[in-house]
């Protein structure tokens, strides 16, 4: 369970936990005396493509068979393997804050000395600094961050301290301990060699199946021919109780039990629609343009006309619940509500916020950082027919969403992990409910995953091995 805590203002996250509990274990045969046995694992030769000859590499897909069980005619004495993975905890591991809020108060009481503000409402100012003129200007974007700010600060204040009281009392959460922090190891993150939102745009050179309507390709025990046509133009479904593996460029990944996915960008997304399959929540993280993204040229992101091209109408179900994560940019905040929301017949029903923290109960960054705010917003919409449909299964009763719920959690530090939603849905979903998420990087039992780094964190190099005997 990832739940720690469930008040009144909301809820308390296990993030790692919640991964842990996934089913990663791998059921694999140990070689036998005879070479030219068989084993439960199955390569197929890649699909060569200039582009992909280009990298010196060719993709291959391998399925690691999870229930089949060891032939006495053909196998003779050998045995299986049941080889579990957990999520590197370090990846966890935030002790104190990113920005501590003695270095904050510094730097904000050195620069009112040096350049005094009278209030923040005030626009601009300027300042003779020897013969040079300075102007400080807060713009109209700042001026509404400062406002909504304002506005929520309470609610994140004396929420997010009855949830971390609770987490203190309970061990949950911890105090810092002085000793434990200067011993702590700086952590090294695995390395992105794999570049796959790269090798998506790369399968648009493939040869074209015209949009055919493929079935989903389903990771069996039995022998299955696959080439990257059928890695790029397919879900790709794992139905079985037990962990698969992937690999893709001549990099590992586990693929969850019960669990589903499709890498490719948004160009191609019609082996999703092409499943004929409507989804009951969708969870959408678009990769949001700011400076910072352009600066950086590390990470692709898309435009507001580009976002509202995301078929959300075509995939969502009658009274689909729609919720997407949204940064603390007023500009993106009031496009989700006034353009994207509308244009998908979405009607807004509540406003979450997600707020990060230590492991000892801190903010990540001071509350009132005029630069980075410890909390990000989920703005939550159910799509609303011009007639009324009925729930497939009228039986079941959803509660109403609650506005201004939060979600207090330790993140992960790989940039954009953000904390599974699963359980604290769950009381307002059918116990049925198909469930989709948009720009993901991970996957999870339950779910289909749609984005070109889809894999991202289902990577080895995030998880480690303990392997043991059946």
């Known amino acids: ?215 989903a390709l389903r990771l069996m025990e039995e022998d299955v021919s696959v080439t990257e046509q059928d890695l790029f133009s397919r879900v790709v479904e794992n139905n079985s109780s037990f962990t698969k593996m992937i690999t893709l460029m001549g990099q590992k990944y586990l693929v969850p039990p019960k669990s589903s996915f499709l890498l490719s960008d948004i160009s191609c997304m019609h082996p999703l629609l092409n499943c004929r399959k409507t989804y009951d929540v969708i969870v959408i993280d678009p990769p949001w343009q700011n400076k910072s993204v352009k600066r950086s040229n590390r990470y692709s992101y898309l435009s507001p006309l580009q976002i509202k091209q995301i078929p959300v109408p075509k995939l969502a179900a009658p009274n689909c619940l729609v919720i997407t994560w949204v940064t603390n940019r007023q500009k993106h905040l009031r496009f989700v509500k006034e353009e994207l929301y509308p244009s998908w017949s979405v009607e807004i029903v509540a406003e979450w916020h997600w707020v990060k923290i230590t492991s000892s109960g801190e903010f990540v960054f001071p509350l009132d950082s005029p630069h980075k705010k410890p909390y990000e917003g989920l703005i939550l919409g159910r799509v609303r027919e011009k007639t009324a449909v009925p729930l497939r299964n009228e039986d079941v009763k959803v509660l109403p969403i609650p506005d201004h719920k939060l979600i207090v959690s330790v993140p992960c530090t790989l940039h954009s992990h953000k904390p599974p939603l699963a359980e604290v849905l769950k009381d307002y979903i059918k116990p049925d409910g198909e469930c989709l998420e948009l720009f993901a990087r991970n996957l999870q039992p339950g779910w289909t995953s749609w984005g070109n780094e889809v894999l991202k964190f289902q990577h080895m190099d995030y998880f480690v091995a303990l392997q043991s005997r059946s």
């Open 1 to 215: 369970m990832s739940v720690v805590h469930q008040l009144s203002p909301g809820w308390l996250l296990d993030h790692l936990s919640f991964i842990n509990n996934i089913n990663y274990q791998l059921h694999q045969h140990e070689p036998c005396c005879s070479k030219n046995e068989p084993t439960s694992s199955v390569h197929v030769d890649a699909l060569q493509m200039d582009s992909l000859i280009s990298l010196g590499t060719s993709a291959t897909f391998i399925a690691f068979d999870s229930t089949t069980k060891p032939d006495n005619e053909n196998r003779g004495n050998c045995e299986i393997f049941i080889q579990k993975y957990v999520f590197r905890s370090e990846l966890f591991n935030v002790t104190k804050p990113y920005i501590t809020p003695a270095v904050h108060k510094e730097c904000r009481q050195r620069k009112e000395k040096e350049d005094p503000v009278d209030g923040v409402k005030e626009e601009s100012r300027i300042s003779i600094i020897g013969k040079k003129r300075k102007r400080c200007v807060f713009n109209q974007g700042e001026l509404d961050a400062m406002e909504y700010h304002t506005k929520i600060r309470g609610l994140i204040l004396d929420g997010s301290s009855e949830l971390i009281q609770e987490g203190l009392k309970s061990g949950f959460l911890h105090p810092l301990s002085e000793n434990w922090d200067k011993c702590s190891d700086p952590i090294t993150l695995p390395l992105d060699t794999c570049n796959l939102s790269e090798l998506c745009a790369m399968a648009k050179h493939l040869p074209s199946l015209n949009e055919m309507e493929l079935q």
